[in-house]
């Protein structure tokens, strides 16, 4: 029988990329910075993120405050639609905006995104299979982490599509062996000054 420990998945989207996402603003690398101070001294196991330009260079810049850990790439961490609702799984008043706006998605990020969200829930979810603590740090986007939070939460799949998280906010989640995940904190930005706390996030999120 294996052991069973602690994990703490700590979850964080990448800072904030300039139009073409193809790399970060200067906010954006100022925001993964100052994130990996905060997080400088945990004992993460591994640092994974997704394979496009604007998570590798914010798990980059995360990453070399942190010493020794690396930051490998995988597509479970990537930019995906994790689950196509049906209309039937949505309020009426938004049903058509939001299939609207999901349609709009390239067609490999909707189709192969289940696929890859169920591979995220294998890969970073649940409790270590180790006799000590383990942490993660998944550096990905907002679609993801929406859909690690719901699973966390135990909400039905399509409560993911609400769940906004701004450029290099830190959500953890704890999962303890024969206990429900714990959400320990969400969209945390105490790391960040006022002024790069909001980007990502709609306006009227905005407090």
Same mark, same amino acid.
């Given at each position: 029988?294996s052991?069973l420990? *602690?994990?703490?998945?700590?979850l964080?989207?990448?800072?904030?990329?300039d139009a073409?996402?193809?790399?970060?603003?200067?906010?954006?690398?100022?925001? /993964?910075t100052?994130?990996?101070?905060?997080?400088?001294?945990?004992?993460?196991?591994?640092?994974?993120?997704?394979?496009?330009?604007?998570?590798?260079?914010?798990?980059?810049l995360?990453s070399? #405050?942190?010493?020794?850990?690396?930051?490998?790439?995988?597509?479970?961490?990537?930019?995906?639609?994790?689950?196509?609702?049906?209309?039937?799984?949505?309020?009426?008043?938004?049903? &058509?905006?939001?299939?609207?706006?999901?349609?709009?998605?390239?067609?490999?990020?909707?189709?192969?995104?289940?696929?890859?969200?169920?591979?995220?829930?294998? #890969?970073?979810?649940?409790? /270590?299979?180790?006799d000590?603590?383990? $942490? &993660?740090?998944?550096?990905?986007?907002?679609f993801?982490?929406?859909?690690?939070?719901?699973? /966390?939460? *135990?909400?039905?799949?399509?409560?993911?599509?609400?769940?906004? $998280?701004?450029? /290099?906010?830190l959500?953890?989640?704890?999962?303890?062996?024969? #206990?429900?995940?714990?959400? =320990?904190?969400?969209? *945390?930005?105490? $790391?960040?000054?006022?002024?790069?706390?909001?980007?990502? =996030?709609?306006?009227?999120? $905005?407090?």
């Open positions: 029988m052991t420990s *602690d994990r703490y998945l700590y964080t989207r990448h800072g904030e990329a073409e996402e193809t790399s970060l603003t200067g906010r954006g690398r100022r925001q /993964a100052l994130l990996g101070e905060r997080l400088r001294g945990v004992p993460f196991t591994a640092v994974h993120h997704g394979p496009l330009p604007r998570t590798a260079e914010t798990a980059a995360v070399a #405050r942190l010493g020794d850990t690396n930051a490998h790439p995988c597509d479970p961490a990537g930019d995906y639609v994790p689950h196509l609702p049906t209309r039937e799984e949505l309020h009426p008043a938004s049903a &058509d905006r939001t299939l609207d706006v999901l349609a709009s998605f390239p067609a490999p990020e909707r189709e192969r995104g289940p696929e890859l969200a169920r591979e995220a829930l294998v #890969r970073f979810t649940g409790p /270590a299979h180790q000590t603590v383990r $942490h &993660d740090l998944v550096v990905t986007h907002n993801l982490i929406g859909w690690l939070v719901r699973a /966390a939460l *135990d909400a039905p799949p399509s409560r993911w599509i609400g769940l906004n $998280h701004a450029n /290099a906010g959500t953890v989640i704890r999962y303890t062996p024969d #206990r429900p995940p714990a959400l =320990l904190t969400y969209n *945390d930005t105490r $790391h960040l000054p006022e002024s790069l706390r909001w980007t990502g =996030l709609p306006p009227e999120l $905005h407090v």
